[in-house]
């Protein structure tokens, strides 16, 4: 089993190095930052699921194939495995849909950075986004919700070692191990709670910038780009 816990580990090495790869290489912001330039905690919880899963069904399926099987993706996906991806991808397309509304109706009380000026730390995804607060008390509905998928993704892990450890050849493992109905209520009453706090539009100017500032950023490096034209190297 040892070849299958190793292709595991590479594949979320490299699935991680993509992540960061690809936006440098097209001049992109990283893949953790929204549309503020802000680190955001959906972005990561999708980033974390993504990691686990798909790393863990690469190295199954490479287990297979060494172990001579030849349907080497001849392995189940549990309902429940899909059910939290789909509970997460949802509440990643709600938080990013709520938003883009408030960035729209209230930008100058949306924290945010300039263009290519991206800054602050990653625990800033667990702060309030709005409001004179903004950046620097903590969002008790995200800290809640960050604990909730951590604990859940260290839990799956462990199980998944466990079940892994539990077969002596990997042309036997029958599948991904699957999630207790009782911790998908668990993650959908988190990211209820998480949807729920962006909600309220706390009152206020945040202290490091905002989101009419990142506007008007974007729209003079858009009017610069329209004179200067680009220097391309020979």
Same mark, same amino acid.
């Given at each position: 089993?040892?070849?299958?816990?190793?292709?595991?580990?590479?594949?979320?090495?490299?699935?991680?190095?993509?992540?960061?790869?690809?936006?440098?290489?097209?001049?992109?912001?990283?893949?953790?930052?929204?549309?503020?330039?802000?680190?955001?905690?959906?972005?990561?919880?999708?980033?974390?699921?993504?990691?686990?899963?798909?790393?863990?069904?690469?190295?199954?399926?490479?287990?297979?194939?060494?172990?001579?099987? !030849? *349907?080497? /993706?001849? &392995? %189940?996906?549990?309902?429940?495995?899909?059910? @939290?991806?789909?509970?997460?991808? #949802?509440? $990643? +397309?709600?938080?990013?849909?709520?938003?883009?509304?408030?960035?729209?109706?209230?930008?100058?009380?949306?924290?945010?950075?300039?263009?290519?000026?991206?800054?602050?730390?990653?625990?800033?995804?667990?702060?309030?986004?709005?409001?004179?607060?903004?950046?620097?008390? !903590? *969002?008790? /509905?995200? &800290? %809640?919700?960050?604990?909730?998928?951590?604990? @859940?993704?260290?839990?799956?892990? #462990?199980? $998944? +070692?466990?079940?892994?450890?539990?077969?002596?050849?990997?042309?036997?493992?029958?599948?991904?191990?699957?999630?207790?109905?009782?911790?998908?209520?668990?993650?959908?009453?988190?990211?209820?709670?998480?949807?729920?706090?962006?909600?309220?539009?706390?009152?206020?100017?945040?202290?490091?910038?905002?989101?009419?500032?990142?506007?008007?950023?974007?729209?003079?490096?858009?009017?610069?780009?329209?004179?200067?034209?680009?220097?391309?190297?020979?």
């Amino acid at each position: 089993m040892a070849t299958t816990f190793w292709a595991w580990l590479v594949s979320a090495l490299v699935i991680v190095l993509l992540a960061v790869v690809i936006p440098s290489r097209l001049g992109a912001q990283s893949v953790l930052r929204d549309a503020r330039g802000r680190y955001s905690l959906s972005r990561l919880q999708v980033m974390l699921w993504t990691v686990v899963l798909l790393s863990l069904i690469a190295g199954m399926a490479f287990g297979r194939f060494a172990a001579g099987q !030849v *349907d080497v /993706a001849g &392995f %189940q996906i549990p309902e429940q495995v899909l059910r @939290l991806l789909g509970i997460s991808l #949802a509440s $990643a +397309v709600v938080a990013a849909a709520v938003k883009v509304v408030k960035s729209t109706n209230r930008p100058e009380a949306v924290a945010a950075y300039p263009v290519g000026k991206e800054g602050g730390k990653l625990w800033e995804m667990l702060t309030v986004e709005e409001g004179a607060s903004a950046g620097r008390s !903590v *969002d008790l /509905a995200k &800290f %809640q919700n960050f604990v909730v998928t951590v604990l @859940l993704v260290v839990l799956y892990v #462990a199980q $998944a +070692v466990s079940a892994l450890k539990a077969v002596n050849n990997p042309a036997g493992i029958a599948g991904l191990p699957a999630f207790s109905d009782a911790f998908l209520v668990l993650l959908g009453v988190s990211h209820a709670g998480y949807l729920l706090g962006k909600m309220p539009s706390p009152a206020g100017t945040p202290a490091g910038g905002t989101m009419a500032e990142r506007l008007a950023s974007a729209a003079s490096e858009t009017e610069v780009s329209k004179i200067v034209p680009e220097v391309r190297t020979a």
